[in-house]
């Protein structure tokens, strides 16, 4: 289980003198702390008192602060954030390249949360990018579900772009074999051929929904 780190002498001096002050003052120093020991503090912090922090302070900060902060520090708070907010620090980490960070974060939220995500990152890349550091590739497919097949394509060609078609191999593994198909059927011939015995692999029951050109153009 995660663990708050210790505080110094003087950082907890700081913390309780900030009980008093207004928010604006309170964001303010934050900020001249840094990044780091504002990710240091914030486990200390009183849930409302955090979120009310959180909400003050401007979203290139908050994603720096999160690139030094475990979210199961603060889950609660995390998950009582507006989801707009979970999204503008999401675009801000894929921007400075922090996609482990943003995967980390992305996990303790819901299937629908992440959709709400990928939706509002808008970049195949990105979300190819944040999709390679999830462990649970089970919250993935089931964001991914409601997608359409273009949007589908578009990551699967994201990762092949990015000479990782394996993970897009494991996400398009979780749905149902008639939405694997309708993507194969609608793939480059050369992407296909790479994809498409690593899903025979996970599940060969697919091959019985392939059309036989599919499997001409791929060379299998």
Wanted: overall charge negative; hydrophobic content about 50%.
């Amino acid at each position: 289980m995660a663990k708050a780190p210790s505080l110094s002498m003087a950082q907890r001096l700081l913390l309780a003198s900030q009980s008093m002050a207004p928010v604006a003052v309170k964001a303010a120093l934050v900020q001249k702390l840094g990044p780091e020991q504002a990710a240091q503090l914030s486990p200390h912090m009183a849930p409302a008192q955090l979120r009310e922090l959180i909400l003050e302070l401007p979203i290139d900060f908050l994603a720096q602060v999160t690139t030094h902060l475990d979210p199961q520090l603060i889950l609660p708070t995390y998950l009582a954030l507006p989801d707009e907010l979970h999204l503008q620090v999401a675009r801000q980490l894929c921007a400075i390249g922090a996609f482990a960070t943003a995967a980390r974060y992305a996990e303790c939220l819901s299937p629908r949360q992440v959709k709400m995500l990928i939706y509002g990152i808008n970049d195949a890349d990105h979300v190819l990018q944040i999709a390679r550091y999830i462990v649970d590739i089970e919250l993935i497919v089931q964001s991914l579900r409601s997608f359409s097949t273009g949007y589908l394509c578009k990551l699967t060609e994201a990762a092949a772009a990015d000479d990782n078609v394996a993970i897009s191999a494991r996400v398009l593994a979780g749905l149902p074999l008639p939405r694997q198909a309708d993507v194969c059927a609608h793939l480059e011939p050369a992407l296909l051929g790479e994809l498409l015995p690593q899903l025979l692999q996970a599940n060969d029951a697919l091959r019985e929904l392939l059309p036989e050109r599919l499997f001409e153009v791929s060379a299998l």
